[in-house]
């Protein structure tokens, strides 16, 4: 809370401003946009979607969250031996069917074609990996803006206020 009118002067004079992305800049819901299979896989969509959400379900992540939100109401596969990796991701087994699938699901570092992500990252997506079995898919998620967001941005620019946003997103 900012109180006084010495800390506005304060705040008038400087010259720059940051902002935190998500959830300040942007509305923090990410929605599930598109998955690309990494790996030769005939396995349908919605199995990939239930068996990641089966290793997000406990997860308040908003990656988490558009996971699970994309499963319609539908209950993911069941899964054990959950381990969060912190700065990293989630891993665990899911089984489908009789079938049990070593999984994880996070940050794609390095097990990704750069090419891939930087396409992604180009577009404004987040990515995660997600891996079941020798099967790895590519998540993308969306992020929308705040309603009149840009138009603030650019009547802080147009006042000579260098921008800047902190993010843990690419």
Do not use: W
């Not at 800049?25 to 299979?37: A, H, K, R, S, W």
């Amino acid at each position: 809370v900012l109180k006084g009118g010495v800390v506005l002067d304060r705040l008038n004079a400087s010259s720059i401003v940051a902002f935190d992305k998500t959830g300040t800049l942007t509305l923090g819901e990410l929605e599930v946009d598109e998955i690309v299979p990494l790996t030769a896989s005939n396995r349908p969509m919605d199995e990939v979607i239930f068996a990641a959400a089966a290793l997000e379900k406990n997860a308040t992540h908003p990656i988490a969250k558009a996971i699970y939100k994309k499963c319609e109401g539908h209950a993911p596969y069941p899964a054990k031996e959950i381990k969060v990796i912190p700065g990293t991701g989630v891993e665990g087994v899911v089984t489908i069917g009789s079938t049990y699938f070593p999984s994880f699901i996070g940050d794609p570092g390095s097990r990704v074609d750069p090419s891939i992500l930087e396409k992604k990252q180009e577009e404004g997506k987040i990515t995660a990996l997600f891996r079941l079995g020798d099967e790895s898919y590519l998540f993308s998620f969306l992020d929308h803006p705040r309603p009149r967001v840009a138009e603030m941005l650019q009547r802080l620019k147009s006042r000579g206020k260098r921008l800047l946003m902190i993010t843990g997103d690419n």
